[in-house]
């Protein structure tokens, strides 16, 4: 097992894996805090139409993304299984609406790609790479960036939409 | 933290605390209430002062402290007399001592000018040169006398002894007052021992139900005024028999105190009996006889402490922690009491008990947590009278500065932000407000002018006075002034509480030269700005030739907001209730369309803009039809008045605040948030905001009030 060599472990990072709109997205196991089900949201006036408003974590007000939306895959149609992974960057925590979690991978740092030049568009910028996991194509989202652009384009997008 | 850094803090914490106590006493001197004990306290403050600066090398510091000890030695040793001039100088060197400390912790120790006054300190200790100070700087030895001084301070200040008797009568009962509420209130006060008189209890075969057999003998200690003791049966005065006496102090009981507690007056109960003898005996035969000596005990020793209540430093990190899980707890009782109910279990039943229980625990805690962070307004009144002093030195005016209710306690954060302002209405007071000593005299008033700074605690806020006994606010000056100013039209009509309220508008300025004590014309508004970002209210109250009370009320915490829960739609808003003037329900003939975006409501005949808040924020499901809904009034210290337009009122409670912004960002019309009693979140809607989010969408100026009879 990998974990009897610390420094092999060190290198590897280990990602949970989860899909939306029918595609596999994977994020840094360090900043999800916790996985819980969907719960009806507060909506925020005058946001994007991807934040669903916000709900109670033990009394910290949470805004929730629609991770589907996000990507400009339209609304998510909620029902009881859908899932809400807390994620934290720095000081701030949000959640993140998606299909279902899949999985907790641990790609080797060969298996990375970066995102191919083609496929950048604006709303990629939160795509860290690509891992390839069994064959698979996984599509691995930097929170940081995720976080970053909720806080700071929400309201100019909210005058242009 | 470098360890020497700790306790150079450590040292400047102290700092702060030696200076109030040192200003605390000189001002007693100045008053000429002067004991040996105030005077020794000011002494081994500044003792403590030097002592301490001493080790950091604080030269200046040291050297003033020094010279200033001298003359309180003498004063101490009855060489020399505190006369009056003697007391000024006194009170300069303090604020010099002070400034000399804040250099010293700002690392700044030049460009302070204490010459002067050190000159003059050296003239009364009758020295010329610079005397060796370094004979004690081992200044801590101080210490444990400080605290025997305490002991002896605090035997005079025994509390009184007050006897109640109480007979509730059956209509007390009857109108649903609770002897044992009333109890408690009581023992709020002060130390009780209370004795119920069951000599008119019948036997069960023939207790009447509805009658009222028992009385109660109170024994109140504690240092508490009559009216007090009234307060608290308020409202059972008038269905009870009600006997409040004054008893007479017995000190000489006191010297038994320093015994052990050993009861010295129940010498058989030291012998080795069987227990259950031990505890029957004082109760049944001797327990009238022997409550008061047991009681003196308990309050005696609190009085004890009183003189040096035992305090630790705590980060406010972590009190703020424990205000939040407080506030936490609350909202999940409130959830649980939701589900308890939707289950079925009314409140009589075990559950509904236990909760009810675990709510008045709940309350009970958070607000011990939030006492915390509570602290006496004295902090900030005690920069006070230094900065009276040098007003009245500048503008050549006789001020007397009265102080009352210090003691009062509020948020720390309301302490760390009230102090500008007040600093600021002060100014305004003594530059503004009091005439001249001349134009006093002619008016025939003191030559002294008086401001008086209070607070108190009044229903559940704090209330903050500065009133002056000048000339009044001149409304003909003001009114004048404004028109020069633009800041109203030359024909309106204005009340006389209108006209005073012209002072809070951003740049006015009455003061006809510009002093360097106010009249930039930055002043009022600024003031009444800072207030309301606390959540407060500021309202003049001024009477000419008789003076101008100005009145702060500020919410006790920010943590917390009185709010009146709305229904938008499907969702569910909370307004601060400071905002809301009154609600009504509009009938469609009362809605007048003003342009393509407005909408006027007609409230007795002046006009408001109306504002939906359903079609402001794009709620689903909201009323549109004209008519329907209710308007609330809303006063807002940024737009004016207007009314907002919502489906429907829920309630009014108190909600715990909770920012989103770090982890979404600031949303327009929106304060914060909050969760209701069923975990949803609510949001906290920011009045100001929303007017100007409603501007801002119809590209306009927001039609002000108008008056239906003027244009």
């Known amino acids: 097992m990998d974990h009897l060599d610390p420094n092999v472990a060190e290198s590897r990072r280990q990602f949970i894996t989860f899909c939306t709109n029918g595609q596999e997205f994977a994020a840094d196991i360090m900043t999800i805090r916790e996985i819980r089900g969907w719960t009806p949201t507060t909506p925020l006036p005058n946001a994007p139409g991807y934040v669903r408003g916000v709900i109670n974590l033990r009394g910290v007000v949470l805004p929730v993304i629609d991770l589907r939306a996000r990507l400009g895959h339209g609304m998510t149609e909620t029902n009881a299984k859908h899932v809400i992974v807390v994620v934290r960057v720095v000081d701030s925590v949000i959640g993140l609406l998606v299909d279902a979690v899949s999985d907790i991978i641990t790609p080797e740092a060969s298996d990375i790609q970066p995102t191919p030049d083609l496929a950048r568009d604006a709303d990629s910028i939160f795509v860290e790479g690509i891992a390839v996991v069994d064959e698979k194509m996984v599509t691995i989202l930097s929170m940081r960036h995720l976080v970053d652009s909720l806080r700071e384009h929400t309201t100019v997008e909210a005058a242009v939409a | ?711």
């Open chain 2, 1 to 711: 933290m470098d360890p020497m850094e700790s306790i150079k803090q450590t040292y400047f914490q102290e700092c702060d605390e030696l200076l109030v106590a040192m200003e605390e006493g000189l001002i007693a001197m100045e008053s000429g209430e002067a004991d040996d004990e105030i005077i020794n306290a000011v002494f081994r403050a500044v003792h403590s002062i030097k002592g301490g600066g001493g080790a950091f090398g604080f030269e200046n510091l040291v050297a003033f402290a020094h010279i200033f000890e001298t003359v309180l030695d003498l004063i101490r040793s009855g060489q020399l007399a505190p006369e009056p001039d003697v007391v000024k100088c006194l009170l300069r060197a303090g604020d010099l001592i002070s400034d000399h400390v804040g250099a010293a912790r700002s690392g700044d120790t030049s460009g302070i000018d204490d010459g002067d006054v050190k000159e003059e300190l050296r003239g009364f200790a009758g020295e010329s040169g610079d005397e060796g100070g370094e004979e004690d700087f081992e200044g801590l030895d101080f210490a444990p006398m400080q605290f025997a001084f305490g002991e002896e301070e605090a035997a005079p200040k025994l509390p009184s002894v007050w006897h109640i008797r109480f007979v509730p009568h059956a209509s007390l009962y009857a109108k649903a007052n609770e002897p044992y509420l009333i109890l408690r209130e009581l023992a709020c006060l002060g130390d009780i021992s209370v004795e119920a008189d069951l000599s008119r209890l019948p036997a069960l075969c023939s207790l009447d139900a509805e009658e009222a057999y028992i009385a109660w003998n109170i024994e109140l200690r504690g240092e508490v005024e009559r009216p007090a003791i009234e307060e608290a049966f308020e409202f059972a005065a008038e269905d009870c028999d009600l006997t409040i006496e004054q008893a007479e102090q017995d000190l000489p009981d006191l010297p038994g105190l320093p015994d052990p507690p050993g009861l010295p007056d129940l010498p058989e109960l030291g012998q080795p009996e069987p227990l259950p003898d031990l505890q029957a005996e004082p109760v049944k035969a001797e327990a009238p006889a022997d409550a008061p000596v047991e009681t003196r005990k308990e309050a005696a020793a609190p009085a004890v402490k009183e003189a040096a209540p035992q305090t630790i430093r705590v980060d406010l990190d972590k009190v703020d922690r424990l205000v939040n899980l407080a506030g936490e707890l609350v909202i999940t009782q409130a959830m649980l009491a939701q589900s308890v109910q939707d289950a079925g279990f009314g409140a009589t039943s075990r559950l509904g008990n236990g909760l009810l229980e675990f709510e008045h625990l709940l309350r009970e805690l958070q607000e011990s947590v939030m006492a915390i962070r509570t602290q006496p307004v004295k902090s900030v009144f005690q920069r006070m009278p230094r900065l009276v002093r040098e007003l009245a030195a500048q503008t050549g005016k006789q001020v007397r500065l009265l102080v009352e209710g210090e003691t009062t306690e509020v948020d720390k954060t309301v302490i760390d932000r009230i102090g500008e302002p007040l600093t600021h209405m002060i100014r305004n007071a003594i530059d503004h407000g009091l005439e001249s000593t001349e134009d006093r005299i002619a008016n025939g008033k003191p030559a002294e002018g008086t401001v008086k700074l209070s607070a108190e605690h009044r229903g559940g806020r704090i209330v903050i006075e500065i009133a002056d006994d000048g000339a009044g606010i001149n409304r003909a000056r003001v009114r004048e002034k404004a028109l020069e100013k633009g800041l109203i039209s030359p024909t309106a009509t204005l009340a006389d509480e209108e006209i005073d309220n012209l002072i809070f508008m951003p740049g006015f300025s009455t003061a006809s030269t510009v002093s360097n004590i106010s009249g930039r014309g930055v002043g009022m508004d600024v003031v009444r700005r800072s207030i309301v970002e606390l959540g407060g209210r500021i309202v003049i109250v001024s009477t000419p030739g008789k003076g101008s009370r100005f009145v702060l009320t500020l919410p006790l915490t920010l943590a917390v907001l009185e709010g009146m829960v709305v229904a938008v739609g499907d969702q569910t808003y909370v307004l601060p209730l400071s905002n809301v003037v009154e609600s009504m329900k509009p009938s469609a003939s009362e809605i007048e369309a003003y342009g393509r975006e407005w909408e006027l409501l007609n409230v007795r005949n002046t006009y408001v803009p109306l504002i939906s808040i359903g079609k402001l924020l794009g709620v689903e499901g909201a009323t549109k039809g004209v008519g329907q809904g209710v308007a609330v009034l809303i006063e807002s210290e940024g737009t004016g008045r207007f009314a907002l337009l919502v489906d429907a009122i829920l309630g009014q409670r108190q909600v715990v605040i909770k920012s989103f912004e770090n982890n979404y960002r600031h949303i327009e019309g929106i304060a914060a948030a909050t969760i209701l009693g069923d975990g949803r979140v609510a949001l906290i809607l920011d009045v100001d905001g929303l007017a100007g989010l409603c501007r801002d969408r119809s590209g306009g100026a927001m039609p002000a009030e108008l008056q239906a009879t003027g244009s």
